[in-house]
């Protein structure tokens, strides 16, 4: 299971106006030998309310340093909190490095990639690069990196030095939205048009043998449609995408009026798919059960409490959950439930399958 | 570039989700029964083989049905450790059903799954010896091919990455019992054969499910699933029929 570790903040630097570069030590254990790619998933309290988020490591294998981009948010709590208020010598917790966004590292073997990225999606990218520059002599990497103007470039100054280091088998070609360039190809989105017009003119596509996409869902939809055109597989083609795009949610704390009227059974209320269905329970049936007795598809697998697929979320009222081995403490104190180790203890419970 | 669309209408293009955080709750439902399938499958399936390693009647057979077990395991853990990035207890999740747990023999063939664990329902009937188990090995290994073929486009991008390590040992395991088979037949076993594939083949065909299931829009609209289990069963008829006539057999009437 997930297990969160302490990190202490070694180093905070601004890469632009609104991102920084967080560089992080280990306090007390946990395995942060990362591999290129990966992210780390963070949680920090605010108000009581525990939020978590999930950074890229943007530092390469051999830099020696663990190191997250994170890029401020509007609206985003952690975003915005690290952004601020994260200082060098403060503790951060984090799970270990998690995420398959790479492709194994095989010196012997020279391989030309293709990056796609997208504001802050840079971050796995220029790990995965660093990494294949320096651990595969033999290979080449091409980075298309989109941007909305000159200024929202992170890690930029960093792109010209990799540049200079890995001359000849680095190329880094900048689209600016909205900051015209000499080559008119460079300004714009980058969708499956631009793609087309890149393969066209500046990238050898029949030589890509991998290319790493990360970046806003609908540029990674457009580039992966035009890869896909030119012929490239779905194993050639590694999708990361963050959560940071979608908006965070709020967390409610489940009303627990207790009443204390003893009834053996209970007015259930299951939403499902968008959709609510009210019934009458015994209270010593599990909601799993109750619920899929009246024809509802509920989702589950195990039926033991160690699975977490049945999780739902109790709205109105309480249930007593017999065993848990899946759910953590903060999603319990958010209202969450294993619908199959769950029986109603009030009269009437609200239960939602969809949050 | 910090423009967002829907998730839906992402998935519907083809989209991939690529860890936890980003997968709608419903999205988490349908890919975790997918997967405990999956993994539960994996784990009864070389739970059951387990008992016929001693049944093997020389040292290759023994080697081959050692290594399915192996396998098979290590393909469940594989998959299990995905399920754990969503809060699955792992450890817990190992052991918390007796994988071994079999019907009667003679149990009619069905689809109602067992209550307790999401194995494919061909998985609830037990082998009886060496030959059974190298044909069940066979129709169940094809059957299984074309039924990860389904998951190597998986939206969910780890889970297709983890299918695409596995499909190509499942393969392997049904090219060792094709050629176990062939040289049963040499041997002329043929009627002990016929016998097993009369019994494995309804249980093997049913363990595509119905036809038609509400949900497969909903799975399509996800990008879990492509294709219709009638579509994937009518597949595996076909290849099945071609591998029993390679080996000089009939398929079964039903």
Known sequence: ?355 | MTDTMDITDYLAQGGRLTNPANVPTRYRAELMKIMATFVDSELAGAAGFADVINAGPGIKERIAAARIVLEKTDNADKVLKLMGEFGANTDRYANHHPWSDRLPRDTAPGTTRNAHDMRLSVLNYPLDGWVDAVVMNLLMGLAVDVQLSEFLTSSYQPFAEAIREVAPREQRHTELAAEGLEKLIAQGETDAVNQSVAYWWPRVSDSFGSGVSPRSDTLKAMGLRHKTNAELHDTWVEIATAALKKLGLDRPAS
């Not at chain 1, 202490?8 to 395995?31: E, F, H, M, W, Y």
């Not at chain 1, 909190?81 to 917790?93: C, D, F, Q, R, V």
């Open chain 1, 1 to 355: 299971m997930a297990r969160f570790h302490q990190l202490s903040v070694t180093d905070v630097t601004k890469t632009i106006r609104d991102a920084v570069v967080v560089t992080l030590k280990p306090v007390n254990g946990g395995d942060f030998d990362f591999i290129q790619g990966q992210y780390l998933t963070f949680r920090q309290d605010f108000d009581g309310t525990e939020v978590r988020r999930s950074y890229s490591i943007c530092a390469g294998k051999d830099d020696g340093v663990l190191q997250v981009g994170i890029k401020k948010v509007d609206g985003g709590a952690f975003s915005t909190w690290a952004n601020e208020s994260l200082k060098p010598g403060m503790t951060i917790e984090a799970m270990e490095p998690m995420g398959s966004f790479h492709t194994p590292i095989d010196p012997q073997q020279p391989k030309n990639y293709l990056g796609f990225a997208g504001g802050s999606g840079i971050t796995p990218v220029l790990s995965i690069m660093k990494t294949v520059l320096r651990r595969e002599p033999e290979s080449t990497f091409t980075l298309v990196y989109a941007n909305r103007g000159v200024n929202t470039i992170m890690f930029r100054e960093d792109l010209e030095d990799l540049k200079n280091l890995y001359m000849g088998r680095l190329t880094v070609i900048h689209v600016l939205e909205s900051d015209a360039q000499d080559i008119d190809l460079f300004t714009g989105r980058v969708d499956a048009d631009k793609c087309k017009a890149l393969f066209e003119h500046w990238i050898d596509i029949d030589s890509i043998d991998t290319t790493f996409i990360c970046g806003p869902e609908p540029m990674m939809l457009g580039i992966a449609a035009a890869l896909r055109e030119h012929g490239l597989t779905d194993e050639q083609i590694k999708f990361e995408l963050f959560a940071s795009a979608q908006p965070g949610r709020l967390a409610r704390r489940a009303s627990s009026s207790a009443s204390g009227a003893a009834a053996k059974s209970t007015e259930a209320t299951i939403t499902m798919d968008g959709s609510a269905r009210s019934f009458t329970m015994d209270k010593d049936q599990s909601i799993l059960d109750a619920a899929l007795e009246n024809a509802l598809d509920a989702p589950y697998a195990c039926k033991a409490g160690v699975c977490s697929t049945c999780k739902c979320k109790v709205l109105e009222g309480e249930v007593e959950m017999i065993a848990n081995h899946a759910l953590e403490d903060y999603e319990v104190a958010q209202g969450y439930v294993l619908s199959c180790q769950s029986y109603p203890l009030t009269d009437r419970v609200v239960v939602d399958y969809d949050q």
